[in-house]
DNA sequence: CACTTGACCTGTCCGC
DNA sequence: TGCGGACAGGTCAAGT
């Protein structure tokens, strides 16, 4: 699921709901996917205050009054559902509803705080993972080894962006995108969203992509992860922010999910096809393919 | 090293 | 209705 703008989403949500809230129970029972001990989670966790969340890519970083830091992320499926106590908040708090379906049979982890609310970790499809290790400690993971720019910070310029596609030459532009050694947070929504609106075709190999071309991918790719993180991010499935709303990004997509509607821009009908191993939409007149055709 | 493919899981949808 | 297969927002390891 989530790519950069959702996890932003959540990110912000979880500043608002979790900071200053104090842990006060941990039920937990999936070492592939939270390998903490007992003893870890006793001596870290339990008792501690969230301080401050950050995002870095598609993973979330939660630190802790104890110097020791939660780091989530959330792959395909994953999400993070803050609920209130309901008796102490009262109804009508945004979520209210949700008290009474989590956890459910996909709730992975549950954090409850001192005071009657709970975080939920849910991942349908167990990909997702949440590590407990020392603040200092958190960039030494495989994750964030090697991970490339952040593509919305004011210092990422597109001459960077371009410089980041050096030695990608003989790969699909799409694949590049969605290396995350490349570009840090861009997955298969943003990655067919960006390309459409810079009219490059997913196949094309980055070494025949225009330099102009490469500069305007750089502006739309940056426009639409902004315009996502408006909007809420996307949900096409099982994505929901931390108050477990959906986002509705997917309501102003030109081409993701669309493939037999009209292009918004052409009206030809959209395409889908697959490219670096992905489902991949394009309107096949406004990008055009390829001469190195590739299988479809 | 650059690049591609399959594996990791669970659930859903589509065709027979 | 039942069953098999393909597919799903992401990374990894292992292959060429």
């Not at 209210?96 to 005071?115: E, G, K, Q, Y």
């Not at 020392?134 to 960039?139: F, L, S, T, Y």
């Not at 949900?235 to 918004?264: H, I, M, W």
Request: overall charge positive.
């Amino acid at each position: 699921m989530p790519e950069l703008p959702e996890v932003e989403t959540v990110k912000r949500g979880l500043e608002e709901l979790v900071v200053n809230r104090v842990v006060e129970s941990v039920a937990f029972d999936w070492p592939k996917g939270f390998p903490n001990s007992q003893t870890d989670v006793d001596a870290f966790l339990l008792k501690a205050e969230v301080t401050s969340i950050a995002r870095r890519g598609k993973a979330l970083i939660i630190t802790l009054s104890t110097n020791y830091a939660l780091v989530v992320h959330l792959k395909m499926t994953g999400q993070l559902v803050f609920v209130s106590d309901e008796a102490r908040f009262g109804a009508g708090h945004p979520n209210d509803s949700l008290i009474h379906h989590l956890p459910d049979r996909s709730t992975r982890v549950t954090l409850r705080f001192a005071d009657g609310s709970a975080l939920f970790f849910n991942d349908q499809r167990k990909f997702g993972w949440m590590k407990l290790l020392p603040e200092g400690q958190v960039m030494d993971l495989p994750f964030f080894k090697n991970l490339g720019p952040e593509p919305l910070e004011p210092e990422f310029t597109s001459k960077i962006f371009v410089q980041r596609f050096k030695n990608r030459g003989r790969s699909t532009i799409k694949a590049a995108l969605l290396d995350q050694k490349v570009l840090a947070g861009v997955g298969n929504i943003y990655a067919d969203e960006a390309l459409f609106a810079a009219k490059i075709h997913p196949a094309t190999r980055v070494a025949d992509v225009p330099k102009k071309k490469m500069e305007l991918l750089y502006e739309e790719l940056r426009t639409v992860l902004q315009k996502s993180i408006a909007a809420g991010g996307s949900s096409d499935k099982n994505y929901v922010n931390a108050e477990g709303k959906k986002g509705s990004y997917l309501t102003f997509a030109k081409v993701f999910r669309l493939e037999g509607k009209p292009c918004p821009r052409c009206g030809t009908i959209i395409e889908k096809i697959r490219v670096a191993g992905r489902g991949t939409h394009v309107c096949p007149y406004c990008q055009k393919a390829p001469k190195t055709k590739v299988k479809e």
